[in-house]
């Protein structure tokens, strides 16, 4: 950072935003700004011990133009900015590091600007959330390709951001191959436009729509964000059962190995994961080990697909169960961790490996639930593409306490795990910034850094994220440091107690009898 910047934000910096994008956009509230300094993570209250979690100034801008200002004021004085969506992800994405300005886009750029049905395509605001554009789009007969799991809630911006993985990918890509373009504004507070509105970006140059995409928001804010769109046709789950887990290896090998087959989407949820929901008393399936297969065209081609996939899962040992079934777990696709309603958290580990080895990674992580003594939650996940799992087995601990962060140590357990049948952890953000070095070489490592510091040398955006986490007294997060505070964190789980969390949570919260009261109270006597 230059020396004639300060991180500070002044009086006269509050006055400037007020000015800039109006006084009833700019909250400086105590409350305001803690309930700002996290995301979906839980984090107890000493991470504020090490981090400079809390902003000095939530600002919620209305416009493309109110974003350009907000980071030209920042620019002239170093101040740091944090971009914010729904705060959905739970790596830190959102959480600041050197307080400064959080930027809510959920509360202004969350608009459906347009669609366009000639061309097929829809330009929305960053903090639009995924089921709003979803539903404004199938009022009109369009599928958005892909979303994240968490889409009620989760924006455009911020999942593009996150280069997540979710339904609707296997068949047309992750959110990041259905971009045409996006208006981002640069550290320097220039707006670019990364792509073209209507047309393909096919052509020589650097990709710029790849570039913002995954990038956690550390190279520029996105502010709009046009989308390809698809007919939609007929949607139609199809849901199977086996005996175990690990034997759906077979059909989804086969499956994604198939020339004329491309399901929209392929899940799978195990027998602990509908158990926990059943403790929780929520309604689960009869099932065991569930295999959803969600298909989605034109209604002859669909029932083509179907009679095709029905074989190849009766080959394997699958049992086709009812249309019921499979409609309720699709409509449930974004509700995963439902069974935490019991009052506890849960957090998930999520890796990809190559599916060639999907059985035997089953097998990694009910080990390694053994080996951390976790309160294991259940096994779920999705097929990426025909070469890549997506695992995000779950599992339930204490969030309100220091020593119930040594949970992490199973996501640092099977991101090793995932290496060996080569795949690799999902995610950054600040307190997984390490990894950078661990899942990619020397010299790509290198090359995004010095990109990052080429693009905002003041690292005014979103710093401590992704290429470099520190701390409030500048010590760097590095590869040496959280190598050797994972493989410590790892060693003492296997010593301590084995977590039951869970089921210590289902007798001290008795939610039903809650609603029932709840219920009964409503009841007036005339």
Known sequence: MADNLSRKVTPEIIKRLEDAIGAENVNTSDMERILYCHDLAPMPKEAGLGFNMIPDVVVRPKTVGDVV????????????????????????????????????????????????????CVKVGAGCTWKKVYEACAKKGLLVGSYPS???????????????????????????????????VLPNGKLMNTGFEKVANNMSGYNLNQLFSGAEGTLGLIATVTLRVHPMGVIKPLAYDFENLRDMGGPINEIVKHPSVKPLHIAWSDYMHFEHQRKAGLHAPDVKNLFLVTLQGDAEFVALEEKIIDAIVEKFGGKKISAEIAEHEWEERCYEFRARKVGIGSIPAEVV?????????????????????????????????????????????????????????YNFYMGERAKKYGGRSLGLGVFFAFNLDVIRD???????????????????????????????????????????????????????????????????????EIEEHKGQTRKVKL
């Open 353 to 409: 490996v190559q599916n060639i080895h999907w059985s035997d990674f089953v097998d990694e992580c009910y080990a390694g639930f053994g080996k951390m003594k976790m309160a294991g939650g259940g096994i779920i996940g999705m097929i990426a593409d025909r070469s890549t799992a997506m695992f995000m087995p779950y599992y339930f601990m204490d969030t309100e306490t220091p020593l119930g962060m040594t949970a992490f140590a």
């Open 150 to 184: 968490s889409f009620p809630s989760a924006t455009v911006g911020g999942w593009i951001s996150t280069g997540g993985i979710g339904p609707g990918g296997f068949k047309y890509g992750s959110a990041r191959d259905s971009i045409l373009n996006m208006e981002v």
């Open 69 to 120: 200002n907000i980071v030209r004021i920042a620019a002239k004085t170093g101040v740091a900015i944090t971009p914010r969506g729904a705060s959905t992800w739970g790596l830190g994405g959102c959480m600041p590091t050197a307080a400064g300005i959080v930027v809510d886009f959920s509360s202004g750029l969350d608009q459906v600007y347009e669609i366009d049905e000639t061309n097929m």
């Open 442 to 512: 020397a010299n790509s490592a290198e090359y995004m850094r010095e990109l990052k510091a080429l693009t905002d040398p003041n690292d005014i955006i979103n710093p401590g994220h992704l290429v470099c986490g520190k701390t409030r007294f500048g010590i760097n997060m590095g590869h040496q440091l959280m190598g050797a505070m994972s493989k410590l964190m790892q060693l003492v789980k296997t010593f301590m107690p084995g977590d039951n969390g869970f089921e210590d949570s289902v007798k001290r919260f008795k939610f039903d």
